[in-house]
């Protein structure tokens, strides 16, 4: 009876834990959506033209980064909180207090990733209260970081 019980109350726990971990994605998603490989290696992504725009905002398009993160702003409220300048590839590099954002060769252990897809261990997703990127652009930062993270620190 008490080892009937005791197996039973194990496996209950096996199976909550199991629940957990599909549902949160800080356990369950991240190894599953993230992944370092160039999903396009014949083609190398521009950081000028296909990055830059979607960070300095478009009509339509996802939320700028420039509405928080730029120095020029007359508001950066993502710049004062965590010291991360997001308006030139050098500012970019340089990180935040926290260190650097953009791993070059490593999307899944940049910080930058983990925040537009909201992994990231604290915080809110990027760009924060959205129009969120789409599947396809978050790609292109994730294969420019595969890439080596490439381009001129004015850029
Ligand atoms: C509405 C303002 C706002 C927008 C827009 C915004 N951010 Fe942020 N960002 C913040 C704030 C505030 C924080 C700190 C709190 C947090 O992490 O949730 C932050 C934190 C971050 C961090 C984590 C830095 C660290 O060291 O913790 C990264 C990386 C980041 N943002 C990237 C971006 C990128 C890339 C974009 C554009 C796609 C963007 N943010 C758009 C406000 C913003």
Redesign the pocket.
């Known amino acids: 009876m008490l080892s009937t019980a005791r197996v039973s109350a194990g496996l209950a726990l096996a199976a909550l834990v199991a629940s957990c971990s599909a549902l949160d994605p800080k356990v369950g998603d991240v190894a599953v959506q993230c992944s370092d490989e160039d999903s396009d290696p014949q083609r190398a992504v521009d950081f000028a033209t296909q990055i830059r725009p979607l960070?300095n905002g478009a009509p339509g398009g996802?939320?700028?980064?420039a509405?928080?993160?730029y120095g020029s702003r007359p508001t950066h409220?993502?710049l004062d909180?965590?010291g991360?300048d997001?308006e030139t590839l050098g500012s970019m590099r340089r990180g935040?207090?926290?260190g650097p954002?953009a791993v070059a060769g490593s999307p899944c252990k940049s910080?930058?990733m983990q925040?537009?897809r909201g992994t990231a261990p604290?915080?809110?997703r990027?760009?924060?209260?959205g129009p969120f990127?789409s599947d396809e652009q978050v790609r292109l930062m994730s294969d420019w970081i595969a890439e080596g993270a490439k381009g001129d620190d004015k850029l």
Do not use: I
């Open positions: 960070m996802p939320r700028p980064c509405d928080c993160h409220e993502g909180q965590t991360l997001l935040s207090r926290s954002v910080l930058v925040k537009l604290s915080g809110v990027m760009p924060k209260g990127w």
